[in-house]
């Protein structure tokens, strides 16, 4: 009886009340105890994986961009959005100018990526809509284009019958290119209202079949790579105080779309809205003194995640460190606005992958480690904000574009994060509710192109049909979901015949800056690269 369908939204819906934020009484800005914790130790039996089960009601699930696999760039009245300009001029990094026209293909074969939810067995799918689409001109107060709207509703509905959660993100880094040109995009603080309207309509739309909402996807990224360094669109170099001007922005148009649903929509919908951020993980020097290095761990994370997440999910206002740091550069809250930006999110979305570990002096200092424990950075995220409710809204890696379908190292890379988050529940009391693999199909991946893959299903861009064949990784990912995580201490051949990795994901090791595929290889999937290295890890899959 609890394996039905009905059954998995009520589990859901318990799950998630069970693991309400308690906003008025959280205890903040203790995340610096982490690295005062005793780290697990990889040799002691039980330390390095845990056999057991998920909770029940947990949100498997798996999840696509819609400028990564959408393709249909110009068809049905869809306006140009900033990563098609980039993608097809010079300014754009991408790799022998490969671009985003077709793609997966996923607005036409929508109904295949459906076929691949169940499949997978999830009962969850996150999905951008594409504000272009929508809207051209990208004006929501305008007529919106019927065919996108169409479109969309039909996925949602088709999901619905298919007992799989719609989990919607607004805006995932595709901006109508018509306002980047007429105001500059995210440095123009009238993107703040006009997101708040976009947002309003989406609510209005199709909010009613839609319990679970993200109004922006690593924010982190749109504002140093899109408007910072220009690896991504717009592609505009404007250095650090463009960065902090844009990303000011994000947060403000953050906060106003959450308003908009909390004042319009949620008696009605009784949705939840929050927004999905970005991290690395450092560890200290090894010999450093602990308060010390702490400390400078402490600032790495606030400089990157702590960033956007304090003044949401804290006080309204950035870090100390960062108004210390940063001085007269860094824009500043009203006290109104401090108010109306704190607590503007009902659970922490997190992203953790490649995309969050390109890091620069800026935010690593000397000799620290980054190391992908996605256990260590949950708790930090329940010890800094309150412990709040979390959903794991990216999770995954990636494969060389000539890995093809199976994918050894893909499983044992989830299978290791997997059992991070488990161990995060079930050993420190972190709040996870749910688990989104990325990505459901393989895509274009942003200015790295097709050069690399992310899916769980493999796409042959060869082929006009964009042909979907599941790869070992969604196969495995299948298991997991059917077994609501590990219940026995058999693990797969595949895993246990990958000779060059250790029992323990995590063994310390280094790499160097030799390029993507040495740095990428299996040496980069243990602890990580030491910045005394200069190792600069995969940045913009995401």
């Not at 309509?201 to 199709?206: A, E, M, N, P, Q």
């Not at 009391?429 to 097709?450: K, P, Q, T």
Request: net charge neutral; with cysteine; charged share 20%.
């Amino acid at each position: 009886m609890l394996n039905h369908p009905k059954c998995h939204f009520l589990l859901s819906s318990l799950l998630f009340s069970l693991y309400s934020w308690n906003k008025a009484t959280c205890s903040l800005g203790k995340g610096r105890d982490i690295w005062q914790q005793p780290k697990p130790d990889p040799t002691l039996k039980g330390q390095s994986f845990l056999h057991d089960t998920f909770p029940l009601g947990f949100l498997w699930g798996s999840g696509t961009s819609a400028f990564q696999t959408e393709g249909a760039w110009n068809q049905n009245g869809k306006g140009a959005s900033i990563w098609d300009s980039f993608t097809h001029s010079s300014v754009s990094g991408s790799l022998d100018r490969e671009v985003a026209n077709v793609a997966s293909d996923s607005y036409n074969r929508w109904e295949e990526d459906v076929k691949a939810l169940e499949y997978l067995g999830v009962r969850s799918y996150s999905f951008s809509l594409s504000w272009p689409r929508l809207f051209p001109d990208g004006n929501a107060r305008g007529q919106p284009n019927t065919a996108a709207v169409k479109h969309y509703s039909y996925l949602i509905e088709r999901l619905l019958e298919k007992k799989i959660e719609p989990i919607v993100t607004l805006h995932h880094w595709d901006l109508p290119q018509v306002l980047q040109e007429d105001y500059g995009g995210w440095k123009n603080e009238t993107m703040v209202e006009l997101f708040e309207e976009y947002a309003t309509f989406c609510f209005h739309t199709f909010g009613s079949r839609v319990r679970y909402w993200l109004t922006m996807h690593n924010p982190y990224l749109v504002a140093v790579q899109g408007y910072g360094t220009g690896v991504h669109a717009p592609g505009e170099k404007g250095g650090p105080a463009t960065s902090l001007t844009v990303a000011h922005n994000l947060i403000k148009a953050h906060a106003k779309a959450w308003h908009a649903y909390n004042a319009n929509f949620r008696t009605t919908q009784t949705g939840k809205v929050s927004i999905v951020l970005g991290s690395h993980w450092v560890e200290p020097q090894r010999g450093k003194a602990i308060d010390a290095s702490a400390e400078l761990c402490q600032e790495s994370i606030e400089a990157a995640l702590g960033w956007f997440a304090s003044p949401i999910f804290g006080d309204g206002d950035y870090p100390v460190s960062l108004k210390t740091k940063l001085g007269a550069l860094l824009p500043a809250f009203t006290p109104e606005e401090k108010l109306w930006v704190q607590k503007t999110a009902d659970f922490f979305a997190l992203s953790f992958g490649p995309n969050n570990l390109r890091l620069g002096q800026s935010v690593i200092s000397y000799g620290q480690t980054v190391t992908p424990d996605l256990r260590r950075l949950l708790g930090w995220i329940k010890l800094e904000y309150g412990n709040p409710s979390v959903l794991v809204a990216e999770g995954g890696w990636f494969s060389e574009a000539t890995v093809g379908k199976e994918d050894t190292v893909g499983i044992y890379l989830m299978k290791s994060f997997i059992n991070q988050v488990l161990r995060a529940i079930k050993l420190d009391g972190v709040r996870v509710f749910g688990y989104m693999a990325w990505s459901l199909v393989d895509g274009f991946e942003w200015n790295y192109g097709y050069s690399i893959r992310r899916g769980l299903f493999y796409v042959d861009f060869s082929q006009q049909n964009r042909t979907r064949s599941p790869k070992s990784t969604a196969q495995y990912y299948r298991e997991i979901v059917n077994d609501n995580g590990f219940p026995s201490d058999e693990t797969s051949q595949e895993v246990k015949e990958t000779s060059l990795l250790s029992a323990d994901p995590l063994t310390m090791t280094q790499c160097s800056s030799a390029g993507l595929a040495s740095c990428m290889s299996l040496a980069l999937y243990a602890h990580g690269c030491s910045q005394t290295k200069q190792c600069w890890f995969l940045g913009g899959a995401s």
